[in-house]
C-alpha cells in the first residue's frame, strides 16, 4: 500500500496530522488554496482549490488517505463553502481510491442531555449542523454502496499548540497573559469538554489505516471535563500565573449583538453548548485504538503558548 498522505487544510488539525505523519517519514502532501507552508520539514505544499472535483482527484492520485481537515472559520460562509468542497472529496475519494478520513464536530447531535457518544442519532436543528450531518452521511452511503472507504472521528472544542481564535480557550489566552479578564460565552461554569488538538490528529490517522475502524464515526479521547473557568485557570496555572477573572457575557448582550452581527447570530444558534453541561463519551475510541489523551497539565502548557 502506498504510504502517500493528502491534507486538504492547514489549520491545527491539518498541521498536527501533517507533523505526526513526516515524523515517521510518510508521503505528506498539504493542500490549500494559498499553498500555504507549514514549516513542517519533509511535507510538501501545493496551491489548490479544493472544491476543483477534477484539480483535486488529479492531486490525490496515488494516495493511500485523504484527509479532510479544511477550516472554513467563518460561519456565515458555510452554506457557500462546504456543499461544492465536501462533493469534490468524495469524488476525489472514490477517483483515487485514497481512504478518506474526515475531520468532525459535534454540531450533528445538537442539543444533548447527557454525555455523547457515537450511537446517538445525528438530530441537529441549526443549519450548521444539519450541514455537517449530511456531509457524513453522503459520505457513509458511498461506503456502504462499495464505492469509497471512509470514516469521520469527532472532537469536542480544540485546546492545544497553535489553535488560537479557532478555540474558545484558546482565544483568550494573550488577554490573560496580559493581565486581562477573560469574556466567556453562555455559563462560566458548566462542565464542559475540550479535546487536544493533538489527540483528535493522532485519532484520525490511526482510524484511516485501521479497515475495521471504517464506515462509521469516532469520539476522539478527551480529558475529562473542565467548566470554562476551571480550563482557563488551569492554563494560566500551567506557566506559573495567578488564576485569571472570568466573567460570562450577558445573555442580553449576546442577544443584542446576534441581531446585528452576523457572526454573533451564528455563535448563538450554539449557545446551548456552553449553557448545560456539554461533555462526550469516548470510552469506544480508547478500547478501539489504544489512545489515551495526552495528560491535562501538558495539553494546557501547550495551549499557553501563543504563537
Known amino acids: 500500500m502506498s504510504d502517500r498522505h493528502f491534507i486538504v487544510g492547514a489549520g491545527p488539525v491539518g498541521r498536527h496530522v501533517a507533523q505526526l505523519l513526516a515524523a515517521r517519514g510518510s508521503e505528506v502532501v498539504v493542500a490549500t488554496r ?42 456565515t460562509t458555510w452554506e457557500q463553502v462546504w456543499p461544492p468542497l465536501a462533493a469534490a472529496l468524495l469524488v476525489a475519494a472514490e477517483r ?32 450548521k449542523g444539519i450541514l455537517r450531518t449530511s456531509m457524513w452521511a453522503d459520505a457513509l452511503a458511498l461506503h456502504q454502496a462499495g464505492r469509497i472507504r471512509t470514516v469521520e472521528v469527532r472532537g469536542s472544542d480544540y485546546v492545544g499548540t497553535g489553535v488560537g481564535e479557532n478555540g474558545h480557550i484558546t482565544r483568550q489566552v494573550p488577554g490573560m497573559l496580559a493581565g486581562k479578564r477573560a469574556w466567556v460565552i453562555g455559563s462560566a461554569d458548566q462542565p464542559h469538554s475540550f479535546t487536544d488538538v493533538l489527540d483528535m490528529a493522532r485519532t484520525m490517522i490511526a482510524a484511516a489505516e485501521d479497515e475495521t475502524a471504517l464506515g462509521r464515526t469516532w469520539l476522539a479521547p478527551t480529558n475529562a471535563p473542565r467548566t470554562q473557568r476551571e480550563a482557563l485557570t488551569d492554563v494560566m496555572a500551567a506557566v506559573g500565573r495567578p488564576a485569571p477573572k472570568v466573567s460570562a457575557i450577558p445573555a442580553s448582550v449576546f442577544a443584542a449583538s446576534a441581531l446585528f452581527v452576523p457572526m454573533m447570530r451564528e455563535l448563538k444558534q450554539l449557545d446551548y453548548q456552553w449553557t448545560r453541561p456539554y461533555t462526550i463519551d469516548d470510552s469506544a475510541a480508547r478500547a478501539h485504538f489504544g489512545i489515551e489523551p495526552t495528560p491535562w497539565d501538558e495539553v494546557c502548557r501547550r495551549t499557553a503558548v501563543v504563537g
Open 34 to 75: 494559498s499553498g500555504t507552508d507549514t514549516g513542517i520539514a519533509g511535507v510538501d505544499h501545493i496551491a489548490l482549490d479544493a472544491s476543483d472535483a477534477d484539480a483535486l482527484s488529479a492531486a490525490a492520485e496515488g494516495a493511500s488517505v485523504l484527509y479532510n481537515c479544511a477550516n472554513p472559520g467563518d460561519y
Open 96 to 127: 483515487s481510491g485514497a481512504t478518506y478520513a474526515i475531520t468532525g464536530n459535534l454540531y450533528p447531535y445538537g442539543p444533548v442531555d447527557a454525555p455523547m457518544h457515537e450511537g446517538l442519532p445525528d438530530v441537529a436543528t441549526d443549519h
